[in-house]
């Protein structure tokens, strides 16, 4: 197997493939083994945990740039990889992860929704054309999906809708009235026509 060494923390005697290279020392390479060496190195990672995140914090903050531009081509580089470890971090940790998003949904719900409503607005044809796509492709699992989730939840579903029906009444029968012109339209562009056709300020009779 070639060359062997004596490593000179836990003294015993190596091949030299089990060693790091270093050409500062004696034949080559480092005099602890690869081994060794991690260990060392971890213990001392625990031990100066702070120090360490200082340091790498100023680092990086000096470094900015240099580091983006290496994430980003190692991680055009390792994409499969990138995507098996974040799928077992998310079998690993489901629970966490879902409660963490449930939590920052919760506290953040407003701008969330503000937020979904402006990107709808903006891209409302592509937004259109993929649920179509969407629905087309999945059409039977979105069926059966919907069809338990109103059996779960019927009486809440039916007082959801009661209560848009009270709070929308204007809205919906001159939506009947006229609905032959808004055909697919969203509900904030069926608003806008109404507001013009039947010079009724609807969001203000709502």
Known sequence: ????????????IRYWFEFSKDK???????NDCKKCS???HKQHYLENKE????KNKKNYSENKERYTKYKKQWASRNKDILIKKRHEHYIKNKTEIL????????????QLSEKQKKYYIKNISEQ???HKQHYIENKEK??????QYYIQNKQKILKRIAQYRNKNKILIALYKRHKILFNHASVPEIRESLN?????????SL
């Open 38 to 40: 991690r260990q060392y």
């Open 24 to 30: 500062s020392k004696e034949f080559g390479m480092r």
């Open 128 to 130: 259109r054309k993929y």
């Open 51 to 54: 120090s360490y995140a200082i």
């Open 99 to 110: 409660q963490n998003q449930l939590q920052y949904r919760i506290k953040n719900r407003t």
């Open 142 to 147: 979105i069926a059966k999906k919907s069809k």
């Open 1 to 12: 197997m070639g060359f062997v060494k004596q490593c000179s923390k836990c003294d015993k």
């Open 196 to 204: 013009i056709k039947t010079g009724i300020n609807i969001n203000e």
